[in-house]
């Protein structure tokens, strides 16, 4: 298992300003994600977030808007850029090991945007 | 049709009651089947996973999954206040790591003392 942070833990933001959530693992991580939660809908996949190369992004997210860094193995960042109304939500990553059934998630960041 | 279709609630039970939460999923090639829970501003736990068809048991938790039907199954027994929270729905085609999960929307329960 692994002991996952999030900083902030929930933010109120104007319209187009940005943020940048942060996510730190207690050991060493191969995969890390970051998923965003809407109110009724799904937990849906941003992207992956490689260490040492670019994130890799799901359908529906762009770099532009969710620019993720990874610089080591332990910590990830992922700035929502430009933010509008529509991007309140609760953003969480979480890290994987062996099993893709294996994931362990962080507390989450509750993202208000006025 | 959407992948995984999951009842959002909210479901109230008294007690001590025993409790049936489902899902239904489309797509055949799902392999890996799991539970998470999420307290009230908290992230999702995992709770139990299911590889292919059949049951799994854990404590007072049982899961299943009929591949025939694309349905699948947490029951609790003996349901307790601590176990109110949002039950969600997993599925997975593969079991590496790098093989994407497909959440449910997540079903509200509420255990009434």
């Known amino acids: 298992s692994a002991v996952i942070s999030q900083k902030p833990s929930r933010d109120i933001c104007q319209r187009g300003t940005s943020l940048t959530i942060q996510c730190q693992v207690d050991?060493?991580?191969?995969?890390m994600f970051w998923y965003r939660q809407q109110p009724g809908q799904s937990l849906t996949l941003i992207a992956t977030?490689?260490?040492?190369?670019?994130?890799?992004?799901e359908s529906g997210f762009v770099i532009d808007k969710f620019p993720i860094s990874r610089p080591n193995l332990t910590f990830s960042t992922l700035t929502v850029s430009n933010m509008s109304p529509e991007d309140s939500s609760i953003y969480l990553c979480s890290v994987g090991f062996a099993r893709a059934y294996e994931q362990y998630f962080g507390p989450g960041t509750r993202l208000t945007v006025t | 049709q959407k992948e995984v279709e999951q009842d959002p609630g909210p479901l109230s039970v008294p007690e001590g009651a025993i409790v049936s939460l489902n899902c239904t999923y489309s797509?055949?090639?799902?392999?890996?089947f799991m539970w998470y829970r999420q307290y009230s501003r908290k992230g999702p736990e995992l709770l139990m996973y299911t590889y292919s068809s059949g049951n799994k048991e854990d404590g007072r938790f049982t899961a299943q999954v009929d591949k025939s039907s694309k349905y699948i199954s947490l029951f609790i027994r003996d349901s307790q206040p601590s176990d109110s929270a949002t039950y969600l729905c997993?599925?997975?085609?593969?079991?590496?790591?790098?093989?994407?999960?497909?959440f449910g929307k997540g079903t509200r329960l509420h255990i009434l003392p």
């Open positions: 797509n055949s090639a799902f392999q890996y």
């Open positions: 050991s060493q991580v191969t995969m």
């Open positions: 977030a490689n260490q040492g190369s670019e994130a890799t992004y």
């Open positions: 997993a599925m997975s085609g593969g079991g590496n790591r790098d093989d994407k999960i497909i």
